[in-house]
Nanobody
């Protein structure tokens, strides 16, 4: 049974940093694609960063240069380091996994989701 559990959200001021973690179980990292998504009130869920175990990573333009996605295969954990946070980064952040092992920014491509963690950035 695939299980994803996020942690690390919180409240910070503009310019601050947070590191999100996603503890994963029930599948093999090397055969899944994984990513971070976010959803603000009244908005659709959007991709933030995607990673394949082979090293391919991608970011939505609004976070390039500020966010870094990474995997710790030994710990079965996915991370999102978020620096230079802005109020517009405020949202519920979700980690997701797909057994199709393909690079996709569409939430519909991911069949496993965590419960989400709130990130709030104040000005």
């Amino acid at each position: 049974q695939v299980k994803l559990e996020e942690s690390g959200g919180g409240s910070v001021q503009t310019g601050g940093s947070l590191r999100l973690s996603c503890a994963a179980s029930g599948y093999t990292f090397s055969t899944y694609s994984q990513g971070w998504f976010r959803q603000a009130p009244g908005s659709e869920r959007e991709a933030v960063a995607i990673i394949l175990s082979g090293g391919h990573v991608g970011y939505v333009d609004s976070v390039k240069g500020r966010f870094t996605i990474s995997l710790d295969v030994a710990k079965n954990t996915l991370y999102l380091q978020m620096n230079s946070l802005k109020p517009e980064d405020s949202a519920v952040y979700y980690c997701a996994a797909s057994d199709s092992y393909s690079y996709s920014l569409s939430p519909t491509s991911y069949n496993y989701w965590g419960q989400g963690t709130q990130v709030t950035v104040s000005s």
